[in-house]
């Protein structure tokens, strides 16, 4: 028996024995294995909250028929540098990175690229998309629409959802991309869930309980909502997010959504793709490093400066050369689940 801390396992090893485990379940190969690379991507980057704790609640959407695991993929609009995809609640990831590619492509040949995704499942880490726009040469940007979560405007429970955001930024060859990750809560509902997991103490202005009241139980606070960073900011910028895809796309807004036994459905996503070459910036990777580096000289007085997303790369480095980490708890869900994983 291994502790709650010391469980590892490589991530090619890991990524094989989700793929296997989505395939019993009629999941195809080539879509099982992107599943899996990303789904497991979030651990390996020191994510645990999105990971491969998502795996259960979608091998029970594929077998209750509430997420597709062999889906009818549909193009409903190609506009020029627009495109509109219908993911048919296949597989979250495999859809969401099929539409950011779509993006990028079309960036190749206008400038910018558009695509937004209807009807899709949790796509896991917003991160993998953004991610995989820099390294593909753009600016890319996504953001979703999500199941009811958080608190905001005075209202008791949850009226809206955390809806997140990513912007990855490329660099020049051989260097990591600067990716910004984050929900508009204050905290996303997976990281409560894995700090209650680990025994952590929340800080306050994480949530609220069932009343609507202030709260640092993490129990709490899943059973209530959790809070808008920076209150209205936050809340207004979840709202817009609502509106950039729900109702850009005629799909459900965060009220109509509904959410199973952890995995939600019919979420619109929207991602782009903006081509550097096309704004004829001259040495833009050079420009990027001398501003990183004026940062790393003036904004450590306290601490040392980390770029968005640095500290997941050193996680990623630490456990490419250990093993992916995984919490005990998790280990027995995915047993459970049917996951080899010894």
């Given at each position: 028996?291994t502790?709650?801390q010391?469980?590892r396992?490589?991530?090619p090893?890991?990524?094989?024995?989700?793929?296997?485990?989505?395939?019993?379940?009629?999941?195809?190969?080539?879509?099982?294995?992107?599943?899996?690379?990303?789904?497991?991507e979030?651990?390996?980057?020191?994510?645990?909250?999105?990971?491969?704790?998502?795996?259960?609640?979608?091998?029970?959407?594929?077998?209750?028929?509430?997420?597709?695991?062999?889906?009818?993929?549909r193009?409903?609009?190609d506009?020029?540098?627009?495109?509109?995809?219908?993911?048919?609640?296949?597989?979250?990831r495999?859809?969401a990175?099929t539409?950011?590619?779509?993006?990028?492509?079309?960036?190749?040949?206008?400038g910018?690229?558009v695509?937004?995704?209807?009807?899709?499942?949790?796509?896991?880490?917003?991160?993998?998309?953004a991610?995989?726009?820099?390294q593909?040469?753009?600016?890319?940007?996504?953001?979703?629409?999500?199941i009811?979560?958080?608190?905001?405007?005075?209202?008791?429970g949850?009226?809206?959802?955390?809806?997140p955001?990513?912007?990855?930024?490329?660099?020049a060859?051989?260097?990591?991309?600067?990716?910004?990750?984050?929900?508009?809560?204050?905290?996303?509902v997976?990281?409560?869930?894995?700090w209650?997991?680990?025994?952590?103490?929340?800080?306050?202005?994480?949530?609220?309980?069932?009343?609507?009241?202030?709260?640092?139980?993490?129990?709490?606070?899943?059973?209530?909502?959790?809070s808008?960073?920076?209150g209205?900011?936050?809340a207004?910028?979840?709202?817009?997010?609502?509106f950039?895809?729900?109702?850009?796309?005629?799909?459900?807004f965060?009220?109509?959504?509904?959410a199973?036994k952890?995995?939600?459905?019919?979420?619109?996503k929207l991602?782009?793709?903006?081509?550097?070459?096309?704004?004829?910036?001259?040495?833009?990777?050079?420009?990027?490093?001398?501003?990183?580096?004026?940062?790393r000289?003036?904004?450590?007085?306290?601490?040392?400066?980390?770029?968005?997303?640095?500290?997941?790369?050193?996680?990623?480095?630490?456990?490419?050369?250990?093993?992916?980490?995984?919490?005990?708890?998790?280990?027995?869900?995915?047993?459970?689940?049917?996951?080899?994983?010894?």
């Amino acid at each position: 028996m291994t502790s709650e801390q010391d469980f590892r396992i490589p991530y090619p090893q890991l990524v094989e024995a989700l793929s296997t485990a989505m395939q019993a379940h009629g999941l195809a190969p080539e879509l099982a294995d992107i599943e899996a690379q990303i789904m497991a991507e979030a651990d390996l980057h020191g994510v645990p909250s999105h990971g491969v704790r998502m795996l259960p609640a979608l091998l029970r959407g594929f077998d209750e028929g509430r997420a597709h695991a062999r889906p009818e993929l549909r193009w409903e609009r190609d506009f020029g540098a627009i495109c509109v995809l219908d993911g048919d609640n296949g597989p979250g990831r495999y859809v969401a990175l099929t539409a950011m590619q779509a993006a990028v492509e079309r960036a190749s040949r206008f400038g910018v690229g558009v695509c937004l995704a209807k009807r899709t499942t949790h796509w896991g880490r917003a991160h993998a998309y953004a991610l995989r726009a820099a390294q593909a040469g753009c600016i890319g940007l996504c953001t979703t629409n999500a199941i009811q979560t958080m608190a905001a405007w005075g209202a008791r429970g949850a009226v809206i959802g955390n809806n997140p955001i990513a912007i990855g930024v490329p660099r020049a060859a051989g260097l990591a991309p600067v990716v910004l990750d984050l929900a508009m809560s204050q905290a996303a509902v997976g990281k409560v869930t894995t700090w209650l997991r680990e025994g952590r103490s929340l800080p306050e202005g994480w949530g609220v309980d069932a009343e609507g009241k202030p709260s640092t139980d993490a129990r709490a606070i899943l059973s209530g909502a959790v809070s808008p960073m920076g209150g209205h900011k936050g809340a207004g910028l979840a709202l817009m997010m609502e509106f950039l895809t729900a109702a850009l796309g005629g799909g459900l807004f965060c009220s109509e959504m509904r959410a199973t036994k952890g995995l939600e459905t019919d979420a619109s996503k929207l991602f782009l793709a903006f081509n550097i070459e096309a704004f004829g910036a001259p040495d833009f990777h050079a420009e990027v490093e001398r501003y990183l580096d004026y940062l790393r000289t003036e904004a450590s007085f306290r601490e040392a400066f980390l770029f968005p997303g640095e500290r997941g790369w050193q996680d990623c480095a630490r456990n490419e050369a250990l093993g992916v980490p995984l919490h005990a708890e998790i280990v027995d869900q995915l047993r459970q689940a049917g996951v080899v994983l010894d």
